[in-house]
């Protein structure tokens, strides 16, 4: 049978991604995820911002403790790359901002966590150019960015280009695109974000998200290209969200489906999602492991 490796990236952030300043996911959702990837014998790779790792010590610890890998998620979850959609108040940095602060988000991390970082997601997937080579040349050697959905051009993972990171190139970095269900018709012109996996596992069910893994693996088997899922989520989608948070000088009221089933229902959804591609015949990989296979 044709290998299929299965790569789950967890995004370790303030509650409901960047509108809050909350840490309760990341406090009380990752041990529950720590528990779930042992009880079904599988490893992650759970990325903080530079701040979730430094104001949550033991939480990095924690899962370096536990044996799946910890990498980084930028500083502070700012837009590091090539923005697809505006977010009031939040500018991409400027190229020269890169590199100093990702450096700083790698020493920030590994030493809340007590572990080395090789691997790398951008908040929103939203990568870019000089993201990827300043990666390259701080020593990552993965970066698990790419939103198919949106480029569609690149469905397995890759080394880039330094002139264009969405084309293959001779980085000694790996890309590693995650997943979206390329046979679907897109109701979304543009953006096209509703081929993308997240967070259906959440709002449709593990049933629903394991079709459309089923229809993204014939569609690599139709290409002939590896079979490589990398799927992200958050720990704050497995403690129950609010429908509305308050602070500062302003209330922030999340999409529904941002908040929608987090809790319970996601944590078993998951663990069913685990069950049905391990009945499919993946492996799971963490960044890191995929990086060192591909070099
Ligand atoms: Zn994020």
Redesign the pocket.
Known sequence: MKPMHVLIGV???TDV??FTPFYEGAKRGTPLLIDLFKEKGVQGTF?F?GECARENPGVARMVAKSGNEVGC??LY?ETIGDELFPIPGVKPLLPHEVKPRLALCKSWVEEAAGASTTSF?C??LWGSTAVVNALEELGFTCDVSYPMYFYREQFAPYHPNRKDWTKRGDSTLLEVPNFADMTMESKDPGLERDRDQWPLFRTEGAAYMLDRSKAFVKFCDDKNIPRVLAF?I?PWEFWPMKSSYHFGEATVIPDEFITKNCGEVALRELGLLIDGLLGMGAKFATARELAALYR
């Open positions: 995004d370790m952030e991604g960047s990325f911002t998620h930028s979850h997601r908040p929103r992200y958050h």
